[in-house]
Each structure stands twice: as structure tokens, then as C-alpha cells.
């Protein structure tokens, strides 16, 4: 089945701990993103990327990293500067240059203990 | 700076009523998504519309397009308690690859 994955479903992070969150696509497609939602709260986009060994800042890129070696994993890093993490994040991926729609993964919550 | 604005925010309506969300956007596009979301779900794809006029319909949703107006909508008919979710417009940056999403409609149907 093609689609996008994303692990963990849950992660904790502690005070000062980097963590990495995983999507894997097999979907083919060059574009992938990067979304953080808040309860209740539209999406906001944290980094993307058109291809592989590149990538943009979205609108709230600070205190996040990213990397594109690949074509079919784009794995988000939350490092220690991002002081508020909790949050639900996004993953999603699409055929760049054309006019498909976004196809999300299932997400990560991550909570801070 | 293209600008996506949804509503209403939060629309409750009873099982059988129609509504419509509305979708306005600053700049122009002529692609436009529309999505549902679950509570505690990822988004799921429910419309691609990418002309003036465009038209689709799936069930009791029906999504249209006026690019002229900077405008979509999302029509309800005959509600039912399965459509509850948050629906999401997004609109396509042009060039960029990107996204806008509007903050989101909190739909409740009741019985």
C-alpha cells in the first residue's frame, strides 16, 4: 500500500533532549513537509522540501532541523531550543510541480515530561 | 503574503439542515484543497479544485470555486452526525510548493 508513516505515534521528550520524529513516504513524490498543530489549532508549516539535499524554512522553523538525503524520508528534529514542543506534528508529502492535493501521514504527538 | 481565512470558525447545526463554510483568500490562485480532520486525526483529502468554476461534489459536500472572487465554499446538505470533523481550505502559494491552510472549521452536528 502506498502512503506516509510516522513514528513514533507518541514521544516524550525531557528538558534539554533533542528528539527526532521519522516519515517515510513511498509515494514516489519530491515535496515533503513538516506541520506543527496546537489544540485546536489550524496547521503551521515548520520546514519542506522540493527535493532531495534541499530544503526551505517555513513560517516556524526556529528550534527545528530537518534533512532530505533521501527521497522517501524527510525525519524532523526538535532540538533543545524549541521551548514549547508539545504539540501535534504533521508529515505530509506531494507530486511536485503538479496540482495534487497533500497527503498527510497519521502524526506524532509529542508531550514534555 | 497570501492570507486564508475560513467561516465560520465553529458552526454547530442540526442533522437534516444545510450550511455553507465559506473560504476567502488574498491573492490570486486557481488551486484550492479542502481537507477533514477527525479529533486526534491526521487530514484526509476531500477536494482538489484547480479552475474558475470548478465544482465537486462527494455524498452531502459539495466544494466550488470562483477564483475571480477569491472564494470557495463547502456546502452542507441535509446534515448528518458523521459529517462532526474540522475541515480545513488550503490554498496553493504558487511557485513556492506551499500550502496556506485557513485556521479551520469546528463542525458539530447534532442529532
Known amino acids: 500500500d502506498g502512503g506516509i508513516t510516522q513514528s513514533p505515534k507518541y514521544l516524550f521528550r525531557k528538558e534539554g533532549q533533542n528528539v527526532t520524529l521519522s516519515c517515510e513516504q513511498n509515494l514516489n513524490h519530491d515535496a515533503m513537509y513538516w506541520y506543527r498543530q496546537d489544540p485546536g489549532q489550524g496547521l503551521r508549516l515548520i520546514y519542506y522540501s522540493q527535493i532531495v539535499n534541499d530544503f526551505q524554512k517555513g513560517d516556524i522553523a526556529e528550534g527545528y532541523s530537518v534533512s532530505r538525503e533521501k527521497k522517501e524520508s524527510f525525519p524532523l528534529t526538535v532540538t533543545s531550543a524549541q521551548k514549547n514542543p508539545t504539540a501535534f506534528y504533521l508529515c505530509?508529502?506531494?507530486?511536485?510541480?503538479?496540482?495534487?492535493?497533500?497527503?498527510f501521514g497519521p502524526g506524532t504527538r509529542l508531550l514534555v515530561l | 503574503e497570501l492570507k486564508v481565512e475560513q467561516n465560520p470558525l465553529f458552526l454547530s447545526m442540526q442533522e437534516g439542515k444545510n450550511y455553507t463554510i465559506y473560504c476567502n483568500y488574498s491573492t490570486t490562485s486557481d488551486r484550492l484543497y479542502w481537507y477533514r480532520q477527525d479529533p486526534g486525526k491526521s487530514l484526509e483529502s476531500l477536494f482538489v479544485l484547480l479552475s474558475n468554476g470548478a465544482v465537486k461534489q462527494e455524498g452531502r459536500l459539495m466544494a466550488s470555486l470562483d477564483t475571480k472572487a477569491r472564494l470557495s465554499t463547502l456546502h452542507i446538505t441535509a446534515a448528518v452526525h458523521d459529517l462532526s470533523a474540522t475541515y480545513f481550505c488550503?490554498?496553493?502559494?504558487?511557485?513556492?510548493?506551499?500550502?496556506?491552510f485557513g485556521k479551520g472549521t469546528k463542525l458539530t452536528v447534532n442529532p
Open positions: 505530509a508529502s506531494r507530486e511536485r510541480g503538479g496540482k495534487e492535493t497533500q497527503y
Open positions: 488550503a490554498v496553493d502559494q504558487g511557485g513556492s510548493e506551499k500550502l496556506v
